[in-house]
RNA sequence: CGAGUAAGCUGAACAACGGCGGGCGCAGUGCCGCAAGGCCGCGUCUGAGGAAAGUCCGGGCUUCAUAGGGCAGGAUAGCUGCUAACGGCAGCCGAAGGCGACUUUAGGGAAAGUGCAACAGAGAUAUACCGCCGGCCUUAGGCCGGUAAGGGUGGAAAGGCGAGGUAAGAGCUCACCGGCACGGCGGCGACGCCGUGGCCCUGCAAACCCUAUCUGAAGCAACACCUCAUAAGGGGGCAUUAUGCGGCUGCCCGCCGCGUCCCCGGGUUGGUGGCAGGAGCGCAACUGGCAACAGGGCGCCAAGAUAGAUCGUUGUUCUCGACAGAACCCGGCUUACAGGCUUAGUCGCAUU
RNA sequence: GGAGAAGUACUCAAGUUGGUGACGAGGCGCCCCUGCUAAGGGCGUAGGUCGGGUAACCGGCGCGAGGGUUCGAGUCCCUCCUUCUCCG
């Protein structure tokens, strides 16, 4: 299924308010309950990281890892994942690795 | 073989599985909707660049009056051509650099006028400090006059250099060179060559300026349409029907509209078109032209998103992969860039 | 995507018909005042880098970067870089 996604900056905002709940030097995420029963992803990609390019690159690997990630997780939450330098460098598969410890708490419960 | 010059091309490839944007087709008539239609599924085609970048120029397109008149402002600056247009490109001219192939060049006007040239120096557009020469007074020396050859200062000192000439000197005279003016010849032209003349004229116009040419403004968040709206209310300033205010435009004219501006308050920040068949791309042994380019022929349709699509994993190969992502569209310029390839000249060495 | 503005020492900054040696303030260092500190007062360094010199000091380069015009650029012209602002 494809994810609604975020586009508004209110509806960052109401994100960044919280917590994050997952840090690392690859990747940030925050979390948020929504009441549509679907999920909604927002990937943000600052002018920090570097020109139109790394900020491309930076994004499709996200969106990759969240890709492979979707489907264990609860739906009923936006989440919110912000690139950092070193997410241009390094491999999808560490980007992966970090937004499963950062989910684990919204996985679907066997 | 070595060194060096110029121009152009290219910008890793392949396979499997999964994933993303767009077009077209099919199908269940599964879900939503009154309907148009949308979502889901399958198949198929297609999907970033030479700079997509910087936004430095030019144009198309759109709105503002039908885009109008004048001023101001801005841009360009050898000539001829090319182009839709340009500050771009091509060829040529002049100047500078290089043994050469070749490269670089904002390169109009300083006798239209104004301004600036600090410090140094006697003097900066006019000059006599030292010196040289002559005359007078005459002890050293002083005074008057002549002189721009020599010294010194400076980025720049009154054409350069040699000879004649002179009291010493000086384009004062002469030869050559340079600049200027006039005439002739060649060239479409910039300009070049030749002859004659006299020697009054420093630099800066990327200082003001003059001359010639061009120039209305804003930009796809333009703009058009649909929907919801921009409300109601409160406070304050200006104005009192035009000699006012707002818009087109920086100012004046002209035109259009009419109460207008600010703050609080509360609300909206959705959709469709614009949007991709265009000054389009590719090919060649076509025609004209030195070339830029123009004309014709054949073939092709090739991203169109709207938080923004080209990726992940595995395997193989090589030269081990740089700079880097369309956002209305084109033509240029500039800047960034791992490597690889091609073509055409030049110089040096060796051999024949 | 589009339209603009700015950049001068550690910080804030002045600098116009282009002219010597780039004002100034905060800061920093030393001294005075105090039992000690803060505040205040006085003096000083100007800061960076390269070269020379035992030292005092002298010279060159430096106004975001690189070129150009000029005898001479913080200033004039061109090209880049960085930062900031605005755009029913």
């Avoid at 995420?29 to 920090?48: M, P, S």
Wanted: with cysteine.
């Amino acid at each position: 299924m494809r994810a609604i996604s975020l586009n508004k900056n209110y509806q960052f905002q109401r994100l960044y308010r919280k917590k994050a709940v997952g840090v690392s030097p690859v990747l940030v995420t925050y979390a948020a309950k929504n009441r549509l029963g679907i999920h909604r992803v927002g990937i943000t990609t600052t002018k920090k990281i570097g020109k139109a390019h790394q900020r491309n690159r930076a994004r499709r690997i996200i969106r990759e890892a969240w890709r492979l990630t979707e489907h264990r997780v609860q739906p009923g939450y936006d989440f919110v994942f912000v690139a950092r330098g070193r997410t241009t460098l390094c491999s999808m598969q560490e980007v992966h690795r970090a937004m499963q410890k950062h989910l684990a708490p919204y996985f679907i419960k066997p």
